[in-house]
């Protein structure tokens, strides 16, 4: 993922390009907060720092350049958390506003997974309800959104199913996965780790 980090930042990288980088001090968690050696970061002008800085590498881990150092960042699932604003619109826990829904994953925890032009995200679980409320089944479908749980809850990854939907009126597929194969499938690395030192 290309990115344009903080001004300062980049000045920083400059002025100091070979900081070692920071492993298992930064944290994502599944309602997109971030943690900092276990604490919740709840002072706003640190989370936007955090979010503005946001990246990953070409392994597929994801970390935040913080000034000459880039901390690595532990994802208790996915890199992306995704939750609704008031106008039923979906944004990225670092507020990016998504434009382009590609598809949907039901897990077999019954989590939804979505994927967009950023990345795989989970949904943020109170925004679940409101969710799927949104969603509709295409017009040859005779199913209504009463019907909506159970189909996509009946989505099997043992058999590779899926289903159409609409998300403001575009055609979705909505699919079933085993949640352990999600990093796979979508190329990033939940818990990065240090290269090992080479003799």
Known sequence: MQK???NRVIRALEKWPDVPACYGWLRLDRRGNWLIKGQSVSHRRA???LGRNY???ENGNWFVQNGPQRAYCNLDYTPWIYHLDGLDQLFTHTQNHIKEMRGLIVDDNGDILIETEYGI????DRDLVKFIEI???PPEDTATNDFLVDRLANLDPKLHSSI????HGRS???QAMYGA???KAFGYVATPLRAPVKD
């Open 47 to 49: 989370i936007d720092f």
């Open 164 to 167: 159409e939907l609409l998300w």
């Open 135 to 137: 969603l509709e089944s």
């Open 181 to 183: 194969d999600v990093p």
């Open 4 to 6: 344009r980090f903080d």
């Open 55 to 57: 990246s990953s590498d």
């Open 172 to 174: 979705i597929k909505a």
């Open 121 to 124: 995200g989970l949904l943020e």
